[in-house]
């Protein structure tokens, strides 16, 4: 009964520990859903207002830019300055005023009028309202002071006049005797833009260099500031009358940040938003796009909640599915491992059968050598039977000398046997595949003492180029030597069909691998085959020469050896095999030193 209370009580404790655990990822599942989902609505967020922002800030440069030329245009006007010359043949000032009026139509500006040095308005486009310019004094205005100083005049303004807001164009009118003649403004409408952005679905604000709002998505935001004016700067606005008599109060309820930053959030009368800011460098702007916070706040509200519920559905379907989870488990881990076991079991075998298979071709290359190798060793073996037979006869007539140099070249000669042997048999023992630093010569060299009995039988030639520089690469030094031995045999039976057989062997460097050519002057492939040419059991050599699987398995140990084998046809005939290779560390780091 004790033991019973123990297993029970521990069992008790493992379930709670899982609650508890189950209930920490369930709160970091929410909280992450929230913050996750508020992160991608705040950048989606901060998207928009670019985009808002670019677009309102181009509607104002474009308003602007688009009229910006015109007082400089009007002051090229020869009859404008005649007229400020009073010429005899000078037109008179209603002609005058009917032309600003005709040219104000045109251009879509507010008004258009002239003035003299002393800033007294002489001509205007609305000279015909009652608020007309004409003899208004506009000295002291900006605009005229820095077009007076031969400056471009730009300036932002209420109009005293016509209390009009709008964005002044002025420049000089002067002659080559005359310096100043008087001053044309060009007063621009910038409130249409104001009225088509009203219709978005955004808040915005344009404020001057002094921070106050002249143009706003909401009218009780107009001529506000978003930051305290000093006593004396407010003076010296009033006395330029850029806005009138509007006291130039703070927005209400506006938190501003201590440091503005892009793409932040404020509160402005009890709204939260987030604001994007942009300058407008020439104009003496800031623009500023705020959107609704709720974009952020509310998805992220709404995937909290839709994150809780399926918490809790998650934690019903877990209640229903935990007496059935350990069985299921074990059942799985049986399986999966049954399955590794026989992956295993698979691969091992996969791994055997291409090692026979490797050693199936080589023993099938040194098959077909085999004639040719034989001729090589018959050769040395019938000279020293006969230098034997000689050294014996003088040896029995006193000649040691003579017996003496037929031993040498009895000597000679096994010892030219014993490198073919020992070539043969370094060259059929197996390997495992396994990928190192290796000689680019010594594979090279072995490869030539294999196929030269096999060449020695034909009058192909076969010549060589190599690159003395590569000296190492990354491979494996016996599949390396098998597939040269492959490319070899085949050239030089393709070769020897041809009355001059040619075949070239020569290495490469190409970036950081290594290219080993084997071309030959034989018939070439046929179109036909060439997609076939590296399947196994694929051959275009008659039947018992061979068994279409030395192109096949070279192919696979390149492949194998992180490297690549290729065949094309020679522009001029026969057929090229190309076999790229890594570089070995080796080699690059002894060129770089």
Known sequence: MIGFAFFTKKRQLSKTTLLGLFLLVAALVIVTVYFSVSYSAHTRLQESAKNYLTRLTSSL???????????????????????LQKKPEAISTEQLNLYLERINQIAGTLDIYLMLPNG?????SNWSKEQSFIGRNFAFRPYFQKAIQGELGRYYAVGTTSNERGYYFSYLINAQD??????ITVKVNIAEIESFWKSQRIDFLVTDSEGIVF??????WLFK?????????????????????YPLEPLADFQWPPYLEADQPIWLQGKHYLLAERSMEEAGWEVYVLLDWQEVTRPA??????????????????????KNQAQRRRYKQAVLEALESKVEERTRELRLAQEELVQAAKMAALGQLSAAINHELNNPLGAIRAYADNASQFLERGHPELVKANLQEISGLTERMATITRQLKIFSRKSSGCISDCRLQVALDSAF???RPKLSQTTVSLHHHYDTHLQWVRADLVWLEQILVNLLSNAIDAAAEQAKGQVWLSTERVGNKVRIQVRDNGPGIQAQNMPHLFEPFFTT?????GLGLGLSISYRLAKDMQGELSAENAPEAGAIFSLLLPLAETSMETEDD
């Open 61 to 83: 440069d474009a308003a602007l830019a688009r009229h910006s030329y015109l007082p400089i245009l009007l002051a090229q006007e020869p009859f404008i300055q005649d007229f």
């Open 215 to 220: 143009l706003a998505s909401q009218d009780s």
């Open 120 to 124: 007294d308005t002489i001509a205007a």
């Open 449 to 451: 003492l294999i196929v």
């Open 225 to 245: 500031t978003i930051k305290p004016l000093t006593e004396l700067r407010r003076q010296a606005i009033r006395e330029v009358k850029r806005y009138l008599d």
């Open 301 to 322: 509200a709404v995937a909290m909640i839709l994150a809780t519920i399926l918490c809790l559905l998650t934690s019903l379907l877990l209640l229903l599915l935990w």
């Open 178 to 183: 005359q310096p100043a003649l008087g001053v």
């Open 541 to 545: 050599k008659a039947l018992g020469k």
